[in-house]
């Protein structure tokens, strides 16, 4: 991948089962698309990753106050019905990513959702396995429901509005990841585009962004 110069952020990339998603750097004005060697035979290697800009996104709440988070994700458009888990950062500041391909991951630097803000999940596209999660995310439209469950066995509801396919260098991190938003978004984010080993894998990014409805009690 090029290198991309941008005033006030950096964008690299990490590699989710061969495709790149892009995220904000923490700091510096100038930093490089990283690609991932990995192949659908070896979906475990990810590329070195650096998270969103923290001062863009919600920060992590004090340890002496329990937070609700995200525990569950349904899509039903698309038979998405998964566990969600919270990634964090590695001991060298990169960004976690879900170890199982069944299984989603949401950025928890970001807020919950159903908070201000952009909140993301992440999942993976395939596996040597074969489909993982967001598989079919591509085939969501507009007006598909998403529904999150949270911690506290609150409901966020979210309409799909659109979906968009970005190849990887012109991935626009800030409007996914930091965009500046006193309403709730969900952005949804997974690989997609041709599979091009030799240039690293996936070369687009899929993603789904989605408007607030409500948050309920039950999934009524």
Known sequence: MPRHRLRGIAVVSLAAVGCSLVFLGLHGDLGSAETS???????????VTRPPNQSL???????SRSRVLPASLKIPAIQVSSDVIRLGLNEDDT??????PATVGWYGL?????QPGSSVMLGHRDSKQGAAVFYRLQNLKPADRVAVRLS???IAHFEVTRVVSYANEKFPAQKVYA?????????????GGAYDRAAGG?????????????TSDSDT
């Open 95 to 100: 960004v976690e990513v879900p170890k199982d």
């Open 57 to 63: 996104t919600a920060k992590p709440e004090s340890a």
């Open 110 to 114: 970001g807020p919950t959702p159903g």
């Open 152 to 154: 506290d066995r609150a």
């Open 202 to 214: 996936y070369q687009s990014n899929v993603v789904v962004y989605t408007k607030y409805l409500w």
């Open 179 to 191: 965009v500046k938003t006193r309403r709730p978004v969900l952005n949804l984010v997974t690989c």
């Open 37 to 47: 060697t990995a192949s659908r035979a070896d979906p475990a290697r990810d590329a």
